[in-house]
């Protein structure tokens, strides 16, 4: 172990924990005018972790992608964070000493940015998680840790100080849960914070959502992934034990593309993806991206109004593309012509509402 890092050691439960803060930590080394997160930066230097050799092979890959700076996903994705960010502090401008939750909330860093010196902030995640929380980001004063689920309606319980307003944020959160759990998420919430609100991010529209992630993309960028990602594969490849090898090729001869590779080595696999076309290296692109998330058939949501359906008490305050109002003169034009034509599309967007 390097001297002053501390390992972790990802599982199941624990691997969506790195792409977010590493992100947040991408993008303010890179664009910290825009969006700077001390926190994040500083626990990335602090883990012990070949981000770009993840024990879990597709997150490495990812990584290993993001890292060639061809269209950086998880730099983008954290613009949520500033989205978020604007919410709570408008929200306590005007309730100074709310209780703030997290929920989901992994190695989440908000707190540190937005911090006034007199909210209640929780952060609610797995035992798992929190655990691993805790050795990271031992809990600062006005801070209170939850290792629950977030179903478990008992964790209602433990929000205190909520006399002037309890607000949640939700970060790529509900896109792991079915329709029917984030309705009886949002009536649990209705019948224990009455008057509270709420604001997270949502995919809109597809029942293939990677597929239609992969649509939000113009056309050359579309070029430009299909050509980054064999060599985020290679690279990886060349430093990766070969059990995590093993896994790659298992999900390759998943995969429900006409041709396999006629082998398991690098070269195989080379001359496999040459031979594929463009749909169907998108559809491979797309396999990985599930196999890494296991988000089949995530939730999805067009209109916010359907809240309102599901509860009386739900009202919509606001509901806009992710990355609205989000200044773009420091950004590459990759990243510029992506936000665009994600926000034209309807990609992704942030619904705040009151319960």
Known sequence: MNRGKVKITLSDVSQ?????????????KEYSSLF??????????????DFSTSDVPFLGILFTAALKDDISLFSLGSLRAKQFDDKIR?????????????????????????????IHWYDLDLPAVIEIRRRLLPEPERVTYIAKSLLDPSWCGDIKHTEDGVFMIAGG?????????????????????????????????????????MNIFPPEQRDKMRAAWPEALR??????????????????AALKTPTKPKGKEWSDLEEWWDQLSDEEKEEAIVGFMTSFSGRVGMW???????????????TVIDHFPMYQNIPRDSLSVEMRRFMDYSDEKGGSSII????
């Open 16 to 28: 969506t924990l790195l792409a977010p803060l590493w992100g947040r930590a991408q993008l303010s």
């Open 36 to 49: 700077y997160d001390a926190k994040a930066v500083e626990l990335v230097e602090k883990i012990d972790y």
């Open 90 to 118: 408008a929200y306590i401008a005007e309730h100074p000493h709310a209780s703030v939750i997290s929920l989901g909330a992994g190695l989440d860093t908000t707190f540190y940015r937005v911090d006034n010196g007199s």
């Open 235 to 252: 690279d990886w490849w060349e430093k990766t034990p070969q059990d995590q090898k093993d896994k790659v090729n298992d999900m390759i």
């Open 300 to 314: 999805t949501l067009k209109d916010a109004n359907e809240f309102t359906k599901w509860d009386s008490c739900i």
């Open 173 to 213: 959160l509900f896109y792991y849960f079915e329709e029917a759990q984030v309705k009886q998420f949002f009536s649990m919430l209705a019948d224990n914070f009455p008057g509270g609100e709420i604001v997270f991010d949502v995919e809109s529209g597809s029942d293939d959502c990677f597929s239609a992630w």
């Open 352 to 355: 705040h509402l009151r319960v």
